[in-house]
């Protein structure tokens, strides 16, 4: 086959390299994965983002060739090649703007199918000028992965030097004690679900849950708060049993790279120990990366295999436009769709689990009553518009009320054996609720910490004495706790610390804030925010 314009231009064996193989379409496709990846890349791995780059690179070859057998001419399939692929990924990162300067979908759509028309016509009109135009494409696209590589590169070689210095210290000292009752073991956390001061303070929600919980047998930490403000630092302290502070210790505090705690988080101590006890560890993935699926556990299952990033990576396609030009916007699956459904196959599958055989270890992190808000307290769906519109406190407190259902009717169904069965379950948050964006918080950093750091904390110990839990007992210790009660292990509580940090710059420059939230501030709730001021993390 031909790679320049067909058989009426002699072969060149003087053309340069790069004006002869056409790289720029591949390139251009790796691009549009590689910058997204660098744009995020303290919060992912590569291994997360070989599969969409593999098949970004695939897709575009796949094109190339088939167009070049079409036109018998890989250099002019390239051109068309490469405008497709800029048309495909570039849509959703231009979307918003076009439409701001009042361009709507078919505009858009016919814009961009004119850019690839005009491309075609420029491959088959611009003959001559094949070689040169082939060479300028490809070092623009060598130099826009190459900006990105700077950026992705240094990043890579310094998690592997870090890597190489050891592993995270494993927290599970002893055996403990195999022979013991092996009842099963379900740790539920709900995300954001804050304390009472918590929610009273910011939404005016008042929640029977705690109370509920406690008339059931559980023991619930009613001073309780996160040790950590954000999801993944707080699962990493608590599956591991210990704080962060080797994390500074191995990578710094001026770094915002949040992979290694996410590491922890996917491959922690608890799992690890519950394993050696002779538990099978099973894992009901969220649409958190995280906590999506865990290569730990005997048995990862999932609503949705697609990864976040995969995720975010379709949506800045033109796939999704097509998709609504079509009027089939459900089979787009959105955030809150998947919010809606995996939240509900989590609930599902914990129904279902009781009566599997045990031992078992069960974690099911469920990103409710985390926004996006999407459920009315008697199920109906929230639509976007509405969620837009109506103030957070309402939204926040119907997705609550929504939640306590389900996780009454869930905690009713595991309990419903004979006492000698029943199950050890931990109800926890990770940490509480966003804070509002309407309220200035300058002067009230008390009331603010109070509102991140609160959470929901109760634990159902069969057998257990009821002091166990004391009411100020943070999440690192729920497992010390339980392992020692249960399984022999020498695992001695912890002090119970809250931190926190500057900025997601410093990510590990942690700041001890126990003291500014042991005592919940003595002061009126909040006034409800105006509608439309509903807050998106």
Not at 50 to 72: D, E, Y
Not at 145 to 150: E, Q, S
Not at 462 to 471: E, Q
Request: overall charge negative; proline content about 6%; aromatic content about 10%.
């Amino acid at each position: 086959m031909d790679t320049s314009g067909g058989s009426i231009d002699a072969p060149d064996t003087s053309r340069s390299l790069l004006g002869r193989v056409p790289l720029h379409p591949l390139l251009l496709a790796s691009y549009a994965v590689l910058f997204l990846y660098a744009s995020n890349i303290t919060e992912l791995t590569a291994s997360e983002v070989l599969q969409p780059l593999v098949g970004a690179v695939l897709a575009a070859a796949t094109v190339l060739l088939v167009l070049g057998i079409v036109l018998k001419s890989l250099s002019r399939a390239a051109i068309v090649t490469s405008a497709m692929v800029v048309a495909f990924s570039a849509y959703g990162h231009a979307e918003a703007f076009l439409e701001s300067i009042g361009l709507g979908l078919r505009t858009q759509l016919v814009a961009w199918g004119a850019f690839i028309m005009l491309a075609t016509l420029l491959a088959y009109k611009a003959r001559h000028l094949l070689p040169r135009i082939t060479t300028f494409l490809n070092v623009v696209a060598s130099v826009l992965v190459l900006l990105v590589l700077i950026t992705i590169v240094p990043q890579e070689i310094q998690r592997s030097t870090d890597a190489s210095q050891g592993d995270t210290p494993d927290t599970t000292q002893g055996d403990g004690d195999a022979t013991s009752q092996q009842r099963d073991i379900y740790y539920l956390v709900f995300d954001r679900y804050g304390s009472e001061w918590s929610l009273d303070y910011q939404f005016g929600v008042d929640s029977d849950l705690p109370e509920w919980l406690s008339d059931q047998g559980f023991q619930v930490a009613t001073e309780s708060h996160a040790n950590y403000r954000a999801t993944d630092f707080s699962l990493a302290a608590t599956l591991n049993m210990t704080y962060l502070d080797d994390l500074t210790a191995r990578y710094g505090r001026d770094t915002g790279d949040r992979t290694p705690a996410r590491q922890m988080v996917r491959d922690h101590a608890v799992g690890r120990f519950m394993q050696a006890q002779g538990y099978r560890y099973i894992h009901l993935g969220s649409w958190f990366d995280p906590t999506r699926t865990s290569p730990l556990a005997d048995e990862s299952r999932s609503y949705d295999a697609e990864s976040e990033f995969s995720a975010v990576m379709r949506n800045t396609t033109i796939v999704p436009a097509f998709l609504r030009l079509l009027g089939h916007q459900d089979e787009a699956l959105t955030l809150r769709e998947r919010h809606v459904r995996i939240a509900d196959f989590q609930f599902r599958q914990l129904a279902e689990l009781r009566d599997d055989p045990g031992p078992k270890f069960v974690f099911a992190h469920v990103l409710l009553p985390h926004s996006p808000y999407v459920f009315r307290a008697d199920g109906r769906l929230v639509t976007k518009a509405e969620e837009e519109s109506e103030p957070e406190s309402r939204l926040y407190g119907g997705q609550l009320a929504y939640l306590d259902g389900r996780i009454k009717a869930t905690i009713d169904h595991l309990l419903a054996g004979p006492p000698e069965e029943q199950p050890i379950i931990i109800v926890q948050g990770d940490e509480g609720p966003f804070a509002r964006k309407d309220i200035a918080w300058e002067g009230r950093e008390a009331e603010y910490l109070q509102v991140r750091f609160g959470i929901l904390n109760a634990l159902h110990l069969p057998g257990v004495g009821g002091d166990a839990v004391h009411p100020s007992i943070t999440s690192v210790n729920t497992f010390r706790l339980l392992f020692s009660r249960y399984f022999g292990a020498d695992l001695p509580l912890l002090a119970d610390r809250s931190f926190t940090w500057p900025n997601n710059d410093r990510a590990y420059d942690f700041v001890d804030v126990t003291d500014l939230v042991a005592t919940p501030p003595d002061v009126p709730p909040l006034d409800a925010e105006p509608a439309g001021d509903s807050l998106s993390p």
